[in-house]
């Protein structure tokens, strides 16, 4: 589950809830109350009132009555002044509010006479009207207060997390003394949350300690027998004796030596973290390495008769490791070549980008944004092709690594272009 609002605003919400709600309960109760009283005494008051204030009219024509309450006796025809709002109430208790007055009426009938008690509250409605407004204002305060309480509250709450997620954030996975955070917390849920992420930053940096010293023992091993396949070579093309066939059999092998010996530092500088990767960078040709990849694969594509081919209008400059470049035009063009049975593949140069294209099966469209994940193949390509699935993800991280874009578009009437673009600067 997705939350788009962080602890602290999830928490203030959470407290302006609660608030409205007793707030809301309290200000509902209050004016029940207020109404049902209202209700009880002032109607049952005047029930009291209208029986002897009857039994006295019938005695006497003006009775006296008590101070608010006037009486109106309706016969055939209504007194002349006898009030517009009092016409059309036929029920036994009713209440008239008229702009700034408020009136309780009683009407009681005996025969053909109607009697109508009417009293006066318009006091009791200003007060009833203060009482509201001074509840409206005390619930707006208890609102805006739940707010302020809700941050101050939110802010203690989540200290501890935000303590931790800067730790997190922080860490530095080569430090030997790495702190443990979890002394800092107590046996709560925040400081199980710290102990867990202690244990998986120990966990992560004995597993990479341990993959750098693999790495850097691959890197020391390698190096020895490609040193002296790289000095027999020189030794073999020393020699006069050779006949052109064989002396350039020990020339792929002698630059194949080299390029082994750049390979495992440049897979040694990818598993590194690097700050300032363009540190290392250099100008160079990308016509030459394309032309040397495209050779070498001429070299060693057997049974399969393509012959790459490269279309170059401009000499296109490029800033990088040139071993790296060399890998990622080598990983296409082998993408290439598993994937076209019939056709050609071209490689071409433009000023700012570098097309290599196939006539073969190409990729489904839904599988463009997945096919540079490692070991990720097509399925429906997975019996066609030899790979792993490791070389465009390879492509894509050195192309990463250097800040190049890295895309895949259809070619009628079947097959697939990949197209590095380099920076505007590298032309």
Not at 77 to 83: A, V
Not at 95 to 111: M, P, S
Not at 128 to 151: N, R, V
Request: proline fraction near 4%; aromatic fraction near 8%.
């Amino acid at each position: 589950m997705k939350f788009k609002q962080n602890l602290r605003t999830r928490l203030v919400i959470a407290f302006f809830l609660l608030t409205l709600t007793l707030c809301g309960a309290f200000a509902i109760g209050i004016f029940s109350i207020i109404h049902s009283l209202e209700s009880d005494l002032f109607y049952r008051h005047l029930d009291q009132d209208a029986e002897w204030i009857i039994k006295a009219a019938k005695k006497e024509s003006a009775p006296v009555l008590p101070s608010g309450i006037k009486l109106y006796i309706v016969n055939d025809t209504p007194p002349p002044d006898f009030p517009e709002y009092l016409k059309d109430l036929k029920k036994d208790h009713a209440e008239i509010i008229l702009d700034n007055e408020a009136y309780h009426v009683v009407i009681r009938e005996e025969g053909a006479i109607r009697y109508y008690l009417v009293q006066d509250q318009s006091q009791f409605e200003s007060l009833e009207q203060s009482i509201g407004i001074t509840i409206i204002i005390g619930f707006i305060i208890a609102l805006a207060g739940s707010i302020w309480l809700g941050y101050a509250t939110a802010n203690r709450i989540i200290a501890p997390v935000i303590e931790l997620s800067s730790w997190v954030k922080n860490i530095d996975l080569a430090d030997t003394e790495l702190k443990d955070i979890a002394r800092d917390y107590s046996n709560d849920e925040v400081g199980l949350l710290a102990n867990a992420f202690s244990q998986y930053a120990q966990k992560l940096q004995v597993f990479l300690e341990r993959e750098k010293l693999f790495t850097g023992d691959v890197s020391h091993e390698l190096r020895t027998p490609l040193m002296v396949i790289s000095s027999s070579c020189e030794l073999l093309l020393a020699e006069e004796s050779h006949d052109d066939k064989r002396h350039e059999i020990i020339t792929r092998i002698h630059r194949s030596s080299k390029i082994m010996r750049s390979l495992v530092d440049t897979f040694l500088t990818l598993s590194r973290e690097n700050k300032n990767p363009s540190a290392n960078f250099s100008a160079f040709k990308a016509k030459q390495i394309v032309q040397e990849e495209i050779d070498d694969l001429k070299n060693i594509s057997g049974a399969n008769k393509l012959k790459p081919s490269l279309i170059a209008d401009c000499d296109l400059i490029v800033e990088g490791v040139p071993q790296m470049f060399r890998v990622v035009i080598r990983n296409l063009l082998r993408n290439a070549l598993h994937h076209t049975q019939q056709g050609s593949i071209l490689v071409k140069i433009y000023p700012d980008s570098i097309h290599v294209e196939d006539s073969g099966s190409g990729i489904p469209e839904e599988f463009k944004n997945s096919i540079f994940k490692r070991h990720y193949r097509v399925a429906s390509l997975e019996n066609k092709s030899q790979g792993e699935g490791i070389g465009l993800s390879i492509v894509k991280r050195i192309c990463d690594f250097h800040g190049w874009q890295i895309g895949v578009e259809a070619v009628q009437p079947h097959g697939s272009r990949f197209i590095i673009t380099f920076a505007p600067s590298e032309k």
